[in-house]
């Protein structure tokens, strides 16, 4: 199929709509998706499935983009359509070639696009490329920080609506970058509650929460951070429950009413072991929990 200077040739010249607010972004994001799975070794060598976990993936970088896309984006649309552009062909439930989006729920891989993924330099360069080809400077800054390259310098951003500081265009790679890496290390579920829910069409129902607030800590490390559903996040944003050292959680009860007649309350939850990650190295450090005991619990 090719080599090195053949997959890099397809990367600025991709098929993309360019009149509705510049190149449209579905397919250029979608295969920096492909190269982190294939820099965190969990790219296939040959069949890709459509699965809520890319889905996520997709849709954390989509939030980079959002301000200037006005509809929500389907990730059905650039994995089946990237097939026209060389990277794979898209296959149907029962490995035939698939005739439309709604009905692809694979992608067949080259093996050489597989290798040119794997490939660290090749890797860097094509990420280089996407972001520089399909993106807006505020937006090339966010997707620098998320995917681990230096922030591009000695930029002019744009000065319009859509305009955010190099300051704040960083932040949201940062962010897009901690959500990623904290969610999948908790393998898309809360750490409380243990409750997963993902779509292809939206991604994942969990946050990833600092446990040492960012504004205070400056910290987006793993060990600050915690796989939490939204109701989940806030009671622990608002100190209603904390976390010990022996990750047996700490409710603040009485501190609060609640009601939970189709499921268990919060004050339920109350001498419970955490749910953490297969990888102890994952897990949170005492220090950020010892800090949100001090600085955000609310009970004694």
């Not at 490939?119 to 860097?124: G, I, Q, V």
């Not at 009485?254 to 001498?271: C, I, T, V």
Request: glycine residues 6%.
């Amino acid at each position: 199929m090719g080599d090195f200077a053949f997959w890099m040739s397809k990367l600025p010249h991709l098929r993309v709509d360019r009149a509705h607010g510049g190149p449209a972004p579905h397919k250029p994001l979608l295969l920096l998706v492909i190269l982190d799975l294939a820099e965190q070794d969990e790219l296939p060598t040959e069949v890709l499935p459509l699965s809520p976990e890319l889905a996520f993936r997709f849709y954390t970088y989509w939030s980079i983009v959002a301000a200037r896309r006005s509809h929500r984006p389907d990730i059905r649309l650039p994995f089946h359509y990237l097939q026209s552009d060389g990277f794979w062909s898209a296959v149907d439930e029962m490995g035939n070639p698939s005739p439309g989006r709604k009905l692809t729920r694979f992608a067949r891989l080259p093996f050489d696009f597989y290798q040119f993924a794997k490939d660290p330099a090749s890797r860097d360069k094509a990420r280089r490329v996407l972001i520089a080809t399909y993106f807006t400077k505020s937006e090339q800054i966010a997707l620098s920080e998320a995917v681990g390259l230096p922030v591009p310098s000695g930029t002019d951003l744009e000065h319009e609506a859509a305009y955010r500081s190099p300051r704040d265009a960083a932040r949201a790679g940062r962010d897009a970058r901690f959500r990623l890496n904290v969610v999948a290390a908790y393998n898309y579920a809360c750490a409380l509650t243990g409750y997963s829910l993902t779509t292809i069409t939206a991604g994942s129902v969990v946050d990833a929460a600092h446990i040492h607030e960012f504004a205070d800590s400056r910290n987006d490390d793993l060990k600050n951070g915690l796989a939490l559903c939204k109701n989940v996040h806030w009671s622990f944003d608002l100190g209603l429950w904390t976390i010990a050292n022996d990750y047996h959680v700490i409710v603040a009860v009485g501190r609060f009413k609640e009601e939970s007649p189709n499921g268990r309350s919060l004050a339920e939850y109350h001498g419970e072991r955490l749910r953490l990650p297969a990888d102890s190295n994952l897990w949170p450090s005492p220090i950020h929990l010892a800090w949100h005991r001090k600085n955000r619990f609310v009970g004694f």
